[in-house]
């Protein structure tokens, strides 16, 4: 039987039963459920067909269907895998849930899927979402660790990829890419997202979109992506997950917006509200971001839908005095779906006959929900997504994972090789692996990891004796667990360190550190890991750091003394194969910081696109901004990364100096490799404003490209910008440039560039 005969065969019986009824209605019904073509240059809510057919089937529900396709319920997990509390299945066949997350799997996303088109009136089909993050089974790299990639076409494979599996298991819909600027590292969720600044945030959320939505809605191995966490999320004060952001519009318009704004023009389906506040109103029933900017400003079609009971945490925001009115403050601000809280499942018909929302609200919404449903071509056949055939051949594949250990490699940053201790000979005699994520797995595959299976994952140890020949002598202890006072295996640490001729100590974080409630004080390496590495320097042998964890860290300890340090995040299902590759150079690294490191906790927020001061720092006048205990700068600055190679960059060369307004000019440096190794850099570009009605950053970033060169190889590298990447919000709020002096650097990270001039008449 194919997948969409026992849906048809079902809706047309019903239909037959209806005929004396309702004949109109017949009519109706037929047109709305037939299959369709969507048009695939549309973005979502963009297909004047699928608009048709959505207001014909409005017209037939019920307020309890409309309401019901506004819910969404959860299912659970138990150690026989899913499972959907009985109350929530009776919903479903009541035509009262319009979507279901956690639910996944063929078998059982049809089983649920069957409770919604063959027991309901109006036969519509539920959307199936989930949390996949930075991949489905096959993982790949943190968000924020993959981001150091620079590589926007990459990200965009991994989440094709990531796309591909869980499409195969029966998902419609994933919760990403979450695009929240982070500049402060004490919050967890940071290593979700993309880093600091808006363009490099803005170019990464286009290409996750992409990725998850392949520009074409409807196919079998695509998934509606949400972008989230609308919006400012990231700036908790504190650093403090869920805690409240507040800042200025011109700061939320020019730092935190862009990333969104970016994600909605690629065309993605919905959008996520967040938890915080913002200005002292919830995101959640904010109508300034829901309604003004994201429908008005920005044109988005799709649905809004709300975290994890963030209505009904409303009312312990204290702007509502009960969950009712949280529901109506959340439908008149324009969110579409209630995630989980059930308040407008309890409360909106009760709203609407006190007139404290409209019918005309509540239509939109679902209006909204129900094209995305019929983009996705859930009508046509509500068990598109359930091919146990794909889901079998699908997951894992052998070109699954070498594109997760390519994509690994790529995200490596290395942050210090002192007298070019990397790469290191695969002629070792004996080799010394230590620390408490040596031969971790469970770690490497990061928090939010979907489906992922940790057993199926590569340790580092496992990585490098699979890497390198019998010959050499690998010895392996943790040294260390990572989060606790004990130093008890440090003497076993130090005696294996003594035999070696090289070490390499594996330190960082533990996965459940870093994402959602996983906010810290302290940012320094947890437990007693930095003990262990100043005892295994003491020895005098060679020693590399392997950073494993899911945010900047503060170790400036170990910045000073160890000659040899990468940053390897956490890296998936291939992190040790990567890891060894890097360190033993079948891979040069080429991964460059995508967020400030700072030097102390005391330093944050500290990002590298800030602003001036009327007394900037000078070191011999006290009285200027800085502190009296450690430079102003960071331990690593933002695009900052290291290859085996090196590469020198040319003075910079415009193709004029007066620039006028909306004509293009051209920016080029030549970059030459100088060193021994075939390499990739990232070259950065940034401007300065020098004079504007209101103050500009010392620099922002509004360019790269990532070049290969072989030795002694040069390139070219050439950016064309125009006066359009030259706007802020000037003085009246209008997005606007201005005439003036100018700065442009080309570099190869934040700090190192190489600087000229010009004018924008």
């Not at 009605?693 to 790269?704: A, I, M």
Request: proline residues 4%.
């Amino acid at each position: 039987m194919k997948n969409g005969e026992n849906y048809s065969t079902n809706f047309k019986n019903y239909l037959r039963m209806q005929r004396l009824f309702k004949p109109l209605a017949l009519i109706i019904i037929v047109i709305t459920a037939a299959s369709f073509t969507i048009d695939r240059d549309k973005k979502p809510g963009n297909n004047t067909t699928v608009d048709r057919k959505v207001d014909s089937l409005l017209k037939m529900m019920t307020l309890k269907e409309k309401i019901g396709q506004m819910t969404q319920f959860t299912s659970d997990y138990d150690v026989t895998g899913p499972t959907m509390r009985q109350g929530y299945k009776d919903d479903i066949k009541a035509g009262r849930v319009g979507s279901v997350f956690n639910a996944l799997g063929t078998k059982y996303t049809r089983e649920l899927q069957k409770l919604a088109v063959e027991n309901t009136r109006l036969h519509i089909p539920l959307i199936f979402g989930y949390d996949v993050i930075h991949g489905y089974k096959t993982i790949f790299p943190i968000s924020l660790g993959e981001t150091a990639s620079w590589d926007t076409t990459a990200i965009e494979q991994s989440a094709r990829i990531a796309a591909t599996e869980a499409s195969a298991e029966g998902l419609h819909w994933t919760f990403a890419p979450m695009v929240d600027i982070a500049r402060d590292p004490r919050w967890g969720r940071i290593m979700e997202g993309a880093g600091e600044d808006p363009f490099l945030g803005s170019q990464v959320a286009k290409a996750r979109v992409n990725g998850f939505q392949n520009h074409q809605l409807g196919a079998t191995n695509t998934v509606v992506a949400c972008v989230k966490h609308y919006a400012a999320y990231g700036a908790a004060q504190a650093g403090r997950d869920y805690n409240t952001t507040d800042m200025s519009e011109r700061t939320l318009r020019e730092v935190y917006l862009p990333p969104y704004h970016a994600g909605v023009e690629a065309g993605a389906g919905t959008l996520m509200s967040s938890f915080n506040e913002l200005n002292g109103v919830p995101a959640t029933g904010n109508k300034f971001l829901l309604t003004d900017i994201l429908r008005k400003e920005w044109g988005f079609k799709g649905f809004v839908v709300s975290d994890y009971t963030s209505v009904n945490e409303m009312v312990k925001h204290g702007i509502v005095a009960n969950e009712k009115e949280a529901g109506e403050l959340a439908l008149n601000a324009g969110l579409d779906m209630d995630m989980q809280g059930a308040v407008y499942y309890n409360y909106l018909e009760k709203s609407l006959a006190e007139g404290k929302v409209t019918i005309q609200q509540i239509d939109e919404a679902v209006r909204r929900i129900l094209r995305i449903k019929f983009e996705l071509g859930l009508f046509g056949d509500p068990y598109k997504f359930c091919n146990e055939e794909r889901e079998k051949n699908s997951i894992m594949t052998k070109e699954n994972l070498a594109a997760a250990k390519e994509i690994a490699c790529k995200s490596i940053v290395l942050l210090k090789n002192d007298h070019q201790l990397l790469p290191l000979q695969k002629n070792i005699k004996t080799l010394a692996v230590i620390g408490p994520l040596a031969n971790d797995k469970q770690d490497l595959i990061g928090s939010w990891s979907a489906q992922g299976d940790y057993t199926k994952c590569t340790s580092l140890l496992e990585g490098i004796k699979s890497l390198l020949p019998s010959s050499t002598e690998v010895l392996y202890t943790k040294g260390c667990n990572i989060n606790d006072d004990s130093t008890g295996y440090f003497q076993e640490a130090l005696d294996i360190a003594g035999k070696s001729d090289v070490i390499i100590i594996a330190v960082g974080e533990a996965a459940w550190m870093s994402g959602e409630a996983a906010s810290r004080s302290d940012i320094g390496l947890p437990g007693v890991q930095e003990q262990l590495v100043k005892e295994i320097q003491k020895t005098g042998k060679p020693v590399v750091v392997v950073l494993m964890n899911g945010r900047p860290l503060t170790i400036p300890w170990i910045a000073e003394n160890v000659p040899a340090i990468l940053e390897t995040w956490f890296l998936g299902t291939r992190a040790g194969d990567a890891i060894a590759d890097v360190l033993f150079g079948n891979y040069n690294p080429s991964g460059k910081l995508p967020v400030t490191f700072p030097r102390s906790i005391g330093q944050i927020p500290l990002f590298y696109n800030a602003k001036n001061t009327g007394r900037p720092m000078e070191p011999d006048n006290k009285y200027t901004s800085k502190y009296l205990d450690l430079p102003n700068t960071p331990q690593w600055p933002f695009g900052f990364g290291l290859s085996y190679t090196t590469f020198s960059y040319s003075d910079i060369k415009l193709d004029k100096q007066k620039i006028k307004m909306n004509e293009p000019f051209h920016i080029s440096v030549t970059v030459t490799n100088t060193g021994k190794y075939k390499g990739e850099e990232v070259v950065q570009l940034y401007v300065r404003d020098m004079v504007g009605s209101v103050t500009r950053p010392l620099k922002e970033l509004k360019g790269f490209q990532k070049i290969s060169l072989k030795p002694g190889e040069a390139k070219e590298v050439v950016f064309t910008l125009t006066s359009d990447d030259l706007k802020f919000y000037d003085i009246a709020m209008k997005y606007t440039c201005e005439p003036g002096d100018f700065k442009v650097f080309v570099g190869t990270n934040s700090s190192d560039v190489k600087e000229a001039d010009f004018i924008l008449e």
